[in-house]
């Protein structure tokens, strides 16, 4: 049996659980925690501090704990700065200290303990000032590297973390005697119940003492509510659960460790899960958390607080040392002796500051004393102690139980900037009024200490709750309990410590709080701040009220006019992978699919992210070089013959009624209620303000019955911004929307032989000769032997062009069948890219060029918005500053000579200076146009309308680019437009 | 018939079933489905015809209704998804325009969705880690809207278990999420 | 945050988008007088209140309906939700009867 293994306690002695820490092995048992079995075996010493690299150990038994920090699990499960006291110990965990160099008990940056006066409180803003340049370079990354905590492997996590959603009646966080009974009173009374525990066992302190409820041991008192609990369908007990946030409207986060107690979590299931939880109540009965005494090098491994100890011993089978002084300023102090004594170990003394202590039978209690000093290298071998003649005396010792009272545990009370208010009565800070909404507290955490009253007060909260939600229930009877009063005097240091810890993560001391005082720190936010009191991990948990205590007795102040913290989510430390959920890699947003998806797959299409659907970007054949020459033939061979590109990603839009073109006239700058049914009108949306979003075709398929077609990457926003306009703006307008997008699959069909191929599939009876069908034609047709498709006679190319569309099911079909039909014409599949090209060619503006700032007289389609109207964005089109005479126009470029015009480069005067005072627009779109042989762009230029045939310079001074290039028309290939209207 | 052949929305010639644990997630494409929106001022005469074309009570916000022939349920204010059987009405949205004529808009939306219907007896656990939405407490024929895992979708509660209509485009993803949560509560 | 709407009942904001002061309902006139400056005001000259904001949301991952949200942006409450339509169609009926 392990050196500090007792007997009894809720491990299970019969089975035996490998782990190893720092590269040795040990042995725990079922039960155990790393912490409780490192300590069985002895292991006092667990990593360094934060700053001074002073060895530390294990201070508590739970989410508190701000010493016992370790790296557990290796790998893609690394897991850095995890609380041993939290780590449920499975077989083959490995875990090792952080925070040192060289060996824990050897850490070379221990140096950093002799020169204290350096490293105190702000000596961040003191030291390293000088010289500046130092900081980024030498300053700072030392000192993170000193005051890492731990380290995480940069492998990928191989585990899964999922989201979820619960709904209750009533949450009740914390299952101690007051949840316990606040979950049994609700759960009787069938509310929707959800029990939510941090540990993996239910009980709370009623697991860690020695009291009874009723004729029953806490454990087995608690097992039996377990099982009545579990028994009933609308209750949810879930351990391993913390509940780290509280949110507006009842709605709370928690985390559920589903598989952090196994060595790999079982097939399918995820490591954890991120429950948000929504409530019309609840109930935070989180208990409270022993504050310690701060006397001088109290944070020598072995110093653990009074409760950790019992809950150790009498849980847990453990003990840090077989002989432990206890020091306390309350009962506390006599009951932590009495258990340790019921399990065979030693108390060499109880040190009590109270000068009227009660005595005990059979142990020394050393009335009105306080320990002055401990004394052990890497953990505690004895303590100083001064008695209250003034005498010292040594006491030999292997842990100190320290207990300076209890805090209620306030953290969910403050999520909603709840202020805690001070309660005289057990010297310290409970809830305040201003909880937030639904939301109440019982037991300890509302300060009620005794377990009695907890069970008392856990019933009284749900009575209320349930009677504010309308349900009838009967208060349970209560079980005989423990009723002590609480019998603490204050006590928060010990006068002319050295160094005695206050926050122990952060390594602040008694000293650093009143030297930021001396220096003029008095607020508790500045302290805060100065000092980093509190600002670690734990949100100081053990330590915060303390500080308050130093600070209020510098200032002459009472504790609660000093002030106090409050604390906000998360309540404990959520992992990134958690807040992620299985929004990682490939499935980090969804992914949306195109009908020729699967066959251009088999095609060896190369695909792009647009939004979240993939598109074919562009299809490499045997024989190509490289992806630009691919794009070259796939533009040539389209404007040679023909080819064909999915557009289904273009959002569609039904709109529909009687007000439907007077509608569309709204949304649209330019006009459409004379669009003739039949025909189909490009368009451009502009913002109120007078600035152009969107733009594309309007088809008029019925009198009353349109579709608008949007950019791919604005549909969402063109379909949000038509229905504000239809229900907002417009309310009394008879008009219907809903969107279509992925009903059809819509292909592009361009090139001169576009109408021959598409002959070949449309029914007989459908004439979509140029006199029947001219350019701007729309209408509802059949194909391939009767199946109902739409045609779209308009062009994004510049090509004679068509959109045809049928229901997305036999889109594959349909791809495949263009293919084949296509063979004759050596019809191409074109992409993104080549789509892309073309339409620079053509001039065609897209997002580069509708980029947020420009007007559609800046794209040159300023006599499109009708002034005879009104629609959305034409009045502020007319202001002041979108009108000057010389104000951007959309041009074409290309290269006098040599070089390539650039996107993103500026257009300067041939002549002048070069500088942005002189800047004469910019370079939105370009290109390699295989059409034309050379390079070619859009952009913007001043006064650009009447430059055509200038030279200018584009230049790119961040990559040394310096082109002379000539305004051109934008149109570059057929300005006539007539290729499309063949 | 055209001589064109359909694909499901998970891109095969035949619907795919998943089995895993108590849960049965089959990909139904075999539906025909028409959106419907009252003209202005015609939301008792469109129910009125709808009534009288389809033995169908056009349902209350949140709700759905069915017979042997049709489903419907609400969607918006004033608006509805009609369902039928693709084999037997694929031009439903045709069928529908002259059930309502001028009480209402029509418009086909049968290849904007996908279909799974999620059976078994663990359906509340499976969507609890899907949607915000209280699933537990649905009632048969409850109809609703929300996201799971960034994908638009209704959910309606059958006697069976749910039926999920989500974005065709997107059906691969939200295949993943069903399959990928049913296993992690099996 | 929950958002109390008027058909659906509380459903969570994540299904909705965000637009801002409720104020947008109310478009000026194109053809009154001083339309440009009209609309410069309804445009960008927004109330930023501590307190009571009257605010459109957009039940997009649900059934599409903007809403005016009445909320407290000092403790999130919210003391109201209408259907933005009716309210629109209010806002023009008074604005008919004033004229």
Wanted: hydrophobic content about 40%; proline content about 4%; glycine content about 10%.
């Amino acid at each position: 049996m392990s050196v500090n293994r007792l007997h009894g306690g809720l491990v299970d002695h019969e089975t035996a659980v490998n782990f190893s820490f720092n590269g040795k092995d040990y042995q725990g048992q079922v039960g155990d925690t790393l912490a409780s079995a490192l300590m069985a075996n002895g292991v006092r010493l667990m990593g360094r501090s934060f700053k001074y690299h002073r060895p530390r150990g294990v201070m508590t038994a739970g989410s508190e704990e701000p010493n016992a920090l370790v790296e557990v699990r290796t790998g893609g499960r690394q897991e850095p700065n995890t609380r041993a006291t939290t780590v449920e110990l499975f077989d083959g965990l490995t875990a090792r200290s952080q925070n040192h160099i060289g060996s824990l008990k050897y850490d070379l940056l221990a140096v950093n303990d002799l020169f204290p006066a350096f490293l105190s409180a702000g000596f961040y803003y003191k030291t390293f000032m000088w010289p500046r340049a130092f900081w980024e370079k030498l300053y700072e990354p030392a000192i993170r590297r000193a005051a890492g905590l731990g380290s995480v492997s940069f492998e990928d996590d191989p585990d899964v973390y999922d989201k979820g959603f619960l709904h209750c009646d009533l949450l009740v966080i914390g299952a101690g005697p007051a949840g316990l009974m606040a979950a049994l009173t609700a759960g009787r009374a069938g509310a929707r119940v959800i029990l939510a525990e941090e540990d993996f066992l239910l009980g709370g302190r009623l697991i860690a003492e020695t009291n009874c409820v009723g004729e029953l041991s806490g454990a087995e008192w608690t097992a039996a509510m377990q099982a009545e609990l579990a028994s009933m369908d609308t209750v949810r007990i879930m351990p391993r659960t913390t509940v780290f946030g509280a949110y507006d409207h009842g709605v709370y986060g928690a985390v559920e460790r589903v598989s952090d107690h196994l060595a790999v979590p079982e097939a399918g299931k995820p490591r954890q899960i991120l429950w948000r939880v929504y409530c019309k109540r609840a109930i935070v009965c989180a208990g409270a958390l022993e504050r310690p005494i701060a006397f001088q090098n109290n944070d020598r491994p072995g110093v653990i607080m009074a409760g950790a100890v019992r809950a150790y011993a009498n849980r847990w089978a453990a003990t840090p040392a077989q002989e432990v002084v206890v020091f306390a300023n309350s009962d506390e102090g006599h009951q932590t002796a009495k258990d340790l004594i019921a399990k065979g170990l030693c108390v060499p003394a109880v040190i009590d500051t109270r000068a009227d202590a009660p005595d005990m039978a059979g142990i020394e209690v050393l009335k009105g004393a306080q320990i002055i000093n401990t004394k052990g290298c890497h953990g505690v071998t004895a303590v100083k102690v001064r008695l209250a003649s003034g005498q010292t005396r040594t006491i030999k010792c292997g842990a100190v139980a320290n207990s300076g009272g209890w805090n209620p545990n306030l953290g969910l009370t403050c999520h909603q900037r709840g202020r805690p208010v001070w309660d005289e009565a057990i010297h310290a800070f409970v809830p305040g009024s201003d909880l937030p909404v639904g939301q109440s507290v019982a037991g300890a955490a509302n300060g009620v200490m005794s377990t009695h009253g907890a069970l008392a007060t856990g019933v009284a909260a749900a009575m209320a709750a349930l009677g504010d939600l309308g349900i009838t229930a009967a208060a349970p009877d209560l079980p005989e309990a423990e009723d002590g009063p609480v019998t603490l005097s204050p006590f928060w240091h010990v006068a002319g410590a050295k160094r005695a810890w206050v926050d122990f993560q952060n390594d602040v001391t008694v000293k650093d709080v009143k030297l930021a005082h001396q220096e003029g720190f008095r607020s508790v936010e500045h302290l805060k701040r100065y000092t980093t009191l509190g600002m670690a991990t734990d949100q100081g948990k053990t330590s915060n009220v303390t500080g308050l205590a130093v600070m209020a007795e510098m200032t002459g102040k009472l504790i609660p006019e000093t002030g106090t913290t409050i604390f906000r989510p998360p309540y404990v430390p959520v992992a990134m992978g958690t807040l992620a959920g299985r929004s990682v890699g490939k499935a980090f947003h969804p992914t949306r699919l195109t009908p020729s998806h699967h066959w251009a797959a088999e095609q060896g299409a190369q695909f792009v992210e647009v939004g979240n659907w993939l598109r074919a970007q562009y299809f490499p054949k045997k024989g190509d070089t490289d992806w630009r020459q691919t794009v070259e033939r796939e533009v040539l061979s389209t404007r040679a013959s023909v080819g064909v590109c999915d557009v289904t990603t273009l959002g569609k839009i039904d709109v529909q009624g009687t007000d439907a073109a007077e509608f569309l006239n709204k949304i649209y700058a330019n006009g459409f209620a004379k669009l003739a049914v039949g025909k189909v009108r490009y368009g451009v949306m502009l913002r109120e303000d007078g600035i152009a979003y969107d733009d594309g075709t309007a088809a008029r398929l019925a009198e009353k019955h349109f579709v608008v077609t949007t950019t791919t990457a604005n549909a969402v926003t063109v379909y949000r911004n038509m229905e504000f306009a239809r229900q907002c703006l417009f309310p009394d307008m008879d008009v219907q929307l809903i969107s279509t997008t992925e009903a059809w699959a819509q292909y592009a069909v361009a090139g001169p032989n576009a109408r021959k191929l598409l002959r070949k599939l449309v029914d007989a009876g459908h004439d979509i000769s140029n006199e029947a069908f001219p350019f701007m034609a729309c209408g509802e047709i059949t194909i391939c032997g009767g199946l109902r498709a739409r045609l779209f006679r308009i062009s994004f190319s510049g090509e004679l062009a068509y959109e045809i569309a049928v229901p997305t099911r036999y889109g594959d079909a349909l791809m495949r069948r263009l293919m084949e039909e296509g063979e004759e014409f050596n019809v191409t599949p074109y992409g993104t890219e080549a789509l892309g090209v073309m339409r620079i060619e053509k001039g065609h503006a897209v997002a580069a060029e509708l980029n947020g700032t420009t007007t559609a007289a800046n794209l040159g389609m300023g006599r499109m918005v009708s002034k005879s109207k009104d629609s959305i964005g034409s009045t502020l089109s007319e202001r002041d500053g979108l009108n000057d005479a010389d104000d951007l126009r959309l041009v074409g470029l290309k290269p006098v000579h040599t070089g390539e015009v650039v996107a993103g480069a500026h257009l300067m005067n041939a002549t002048g200076p070069i500088d942005a005072k002189h800047d004469q627009g910019y370079v939105t779109s370009a290109a390699y146009s295989p059409s034309l042989e050379t390079s070619v762009g859009l952009g913007f230029l001043r006064d650009g309308g009447n430059r055509m045939g200038e030279t200018l310079r584009m230049v790119n001074p961040l990559e040394d680019q310096d082109v002379l290039v000539e305004v051109v028309s934008a149109h570059f290939v057929d300005p006539e437009g007539g290729r499309l209207r063949a | 018939m055209p001589d064109l052949k359909p694909l499901t929305a998970l891109g095969a010639a035949a619907p795919r079933v998943d089995i895993i644990g108590a849960l049965t997630i089959a990909e139904t494409p075999n539906v025909a489905l028409a959106s419907l929106a009252a003209r202005k001022g015609q939301g008792d005469a469109v129910v009125e015809v709808v009534k009288a074309g389809l033995a169908l009570d056009l349902p209350a916000a949140g709700r759905s209704v069915a017979n042997t022939s049709h489903r419907i349920w609400w969607t918006g204010p004033e608006q509805w998804m009609v369902e039928a059987d693709f084999t037997v009405c694929e031009l439903l949205a045709e069928a529908l325009k002259s059930i309502v004529g001028a009480t209402g808009s029509v418009t086909e939306q049968t290849d904007g969705w996908c279909r799974f219907d999620v059976t078994g007896d663990t359906v509340v656990a499976l969507f609890e880690r899907l949607c915000a939405v209280d699933v537990a407490m649905m009632a048969v024929g409850d109809a609703t809207r929300t996201s799971m895992h960034h994908i638009g979708c209704f959910l309606i509660r059958t006697d069976e278990g749910v039926i999920v209509i989500g974005p065709r485009a997107s059906a691969g993803s939200l295949h993943h999420a069903l399959v990928e949560i049913a296993g992690a509560i099996a | 945050m929950l958002i109390n709407h008027p058909l659906l009942g509380p459903r969570d904001a994540s299904e909705f988008t965000y637009l801002g002061d409720a104020n947008l309902l109310n478009r000026p006139d194109w053809q009154g007088e001083n339309a440009v400056e009209a609309f410069h005001d309804y445009l960008y000259l927004r109330d930023n209140p501590a307190g009571l904001h009257r605010e459109l949301w957009f039940h997009e991952q649900g059934d599409r309906s903007w809403l005016v949200v009445t909320r407290n942006t000092l403790t999130h409450e919210i003391l109201g939700v209408e259907m933005a339509r009716d309210v629109a169609r209010n806002n023009k009926r008074f604005e008919g009867d004033a004229q």
